[in-house]
C-alpha cells in the first residue's frame, strides 16, 4: 500500500513540475524554423479574431461532446446487441454478415467480438510497450534526450546517453515494469525541471510511465494503463497547440516560414488566413483533438486522425520526425483497444446525469436534452476558452511583470 501510494504521489509531483511556467521550445525546434517579422500582439490580446475563433473552437468542442451523448451514443445502443440470444448470434455469423453497421459499431468505440482486433490490439499493446527502447536508442546515438529537442553534449551528455542507453535496454527486455514505470517519471521529471514547458514535446514518456505503472503480471492490458495513454497522450497534444502555436508562436511561425507550401495551401482555400491566423487555428485543431483523446470522445476516430497527422510529419519533414512513431504506437493502443462497451460511464455522463437529476429526473426528454447541453457548453469553456484565456491574455502579462 506505500508503494502504491509513494507511485501516486511521484506521479502527482510529476504533473505539478510539468505545469510550471517557463522558457517553451518545440518538437518545431528539430526542423527549420527561420521565422520572419510577425504580429506577436495578435497572440497576446483576446479581441476581434482571436476571441472569434476562441469562441468558435469552444462552440465546436460542445456541439461534438453534445452529438456523442444525445446521438452517437442512442445509434450504438441501437446497433449492439443487448440480449444472450443476439449476443450468441452475432458471434456465430461474425461481422462479415453486415460489414457497414460493424464498422459504424466500430467507429462508435462500440464492443466488437473480433478475433482479428484482439490480434491487433496484442500487437500495439507489444509495439508501444518496446518502441521507447528504440527511440532511447536512437537518442544516445545521435547525442539527444528521448526527443530531439532535448540534445545533450560533452562529459555530462557522455553520461546521460549511457543511462539512456540502459534504460533503453531494460525497456526492450520487458521485466520489471512496475518499477520502469518509476524510472519513466523521474526522466520526464528530469526533463520538465531542465527544460521547463518544452518537456510538452516530450509527453509519450508519462504515457509510457502510467503504462508501466500500472501494468499487472499476466494482464495484456488493463483500465488504468488505457486512462494512462489517454491522459498522457491527450493532454499532450492539447499542449502542444497551446503552447507551441499559440504561447511560443514564433517556433511554429518559423516553420511556416521555412516551408512555405504548408501555409500556402490553406490560403488557397481561406485567402483571409494570415500566418498569425494559420499557427492559430492549426493550434485550436490540435486542441480539440487532444479533449476528444482525453474524454474519449470519438475515441477510435480521434486516434486514426491523429496517427494520421502525426505520420504526415514524417512525410513531410523525413528522419528528423521519425520519433513520432512513439505517439503513434499509442494512438494504435487506443484504435485496437476492444473496450467493454461505451464511454457512457465518464466523469461528463456523470456530470449531465447529476444535472438531470438536480430537475428531479423530470420524463420529459427535453430536460435530459437541457443538462447535456448545459454539460456541454460549461465543459467547452471550461477546458478549451479558459486555458486559451490564460495563454493569451494573462499568462504573458504575469510573466511580463515577474520578469521586471
Known amino acids: ?71 452517437a451514443a442512442g445509434l450504438l445502443e441501437r446497433l449492439t446487441p443487448t440480449s444472450v440470444e443476439q449476443k450468441v448470434e452475432e458471434e456465430k455469423r461474425g461481422s462479415a454478415h453486415h460489414p457497414l453497421v460493424s464498422l459504424l459499431r466500430f467507429f462508435l468505440d462500440g464492443y466488437m467480438p473480433s ?107 488493463n483500465p488504468q494503463q488505457i486512462a494512462g495513454i489517454r491522459f498522457g497522450l491527450g493532454v499532450g497534444f492539447f499542449l502542444l497547440g497551446l503552447v507551441n502555436k499559440i504561447y511560443d508562436a514564433e517556433l511554429f511561425i518559423g516553420v511556416g516560414d521555412s516551408y512555405p507550401h504548408l501555409v500556402a495551401g490553406p490560403q488557397h482555400l481561406f485567402p483571409w488566413l494570415t500566418r498569425e491566423a494559420w499557427s492559430f487555428t492549426t493550434a485550436l485543431g490540435e486542441m480539440t483533438f487532444g479533449l476528444l483523446l482525453l474524454l474519449g470522445i470519438f475515441s477510435r476516430l480521434t486516434s486514426l486522425a491523429l496517427a494520421l497527422i502525426f505520420g504526415n510529419f514524417i512525410l513531410v519533414f523525413g528522419w528528423a520526425e521519425i520519433v513520432h512513431l512513439y505517439p503513434i504506437a499509442g494512438f494504435a493502443v487506443l484504435f485496437f483497444h476492444a473496450s467493454p462497451g461505451t464511454a457512457l460511464d465518464g466523469m461528463l455522463f456523470r456530470a449531465h446525469v447529476r444535472a438531470w437529476r438536480a430537475m428531479g429526473y423530470r420524463t420529459s426528454f427535453l430536460l435530459y436534452r437541457a443538462s447535456v447541453f448545459v454539460v456541454a457548453v460549461a465543459t467547452g469553456a471550461l477546458l478549451m476558452f479558459g486555458p486559451l484565456y490564460l495563454a493569451i491574455q494573462v499568462v504573458p502579462r504575469l510573466v511580463g511583470h515577474l520578469g521586471r
Open 1 to 71: 500500500m506505500r508503494r502504491r501510494e509513494s507511485n501516486r504521489a511521484a506521479a502527482l509531483a510529476v504533473v505539478a513540475a510539468w505545469l510550471v511556467p517557463a522558457a517553451a521550445h518545440a518538437h518545431e525546434r528539430w526542423v527549420r524554423h527561420d521565422y520572419k517579422p510577425f504580429d506577436r500582439d495578435y497572440f497576446r490580446f483576446m479581441t476581434g479574431q482571436v476571441l472569434q475563433l476562441s469562441v468558435a473552437a469552444s462552440c465546436a468542442v460542445a456541439v461534438i461532446i453534445a452529438l456523442w451523448y444525445l446521438v
Open 115 to 221: 478475433a482479428w482486433l484482439a490480434r491487433a490490439e496484442r500487437v500495439s499493446v507489444f509495439v508501444f510497450a518496446r518502441l521507447p527502447g528504440l527511440v532511447f536508442i536512437l537518442g544516445a546515438y545521435e547525442g539527444w534526450v528521448v526527443m530531439p529537442s532535448f540534445p545533450v553534449s560533452g562529459t555530462p551528455g557522455l553520461v546521460m546517453r549511457a543511462i539512456e542507453l540502459g534504460v533503453a535496454l531494460w525497456v526492450l527486455s520487458g521485466l520489471f515494469q512496475v518499477a520502469l514505470g518509476v524510472v519513466m517519471l523521474l526522466v520526464y521529471t528530469g526533463l520538465c525541471v531542465g527544460y521547463g514547458l518544452a518537456a510538452v514535446d516530450a509527453i509519450p514518456v508519462l504515457a509510457s510511465a502510467f503504462f508501466y505503472l500500472f501494468s499487472r503480471r499476466g494482464i495484456t492490458l
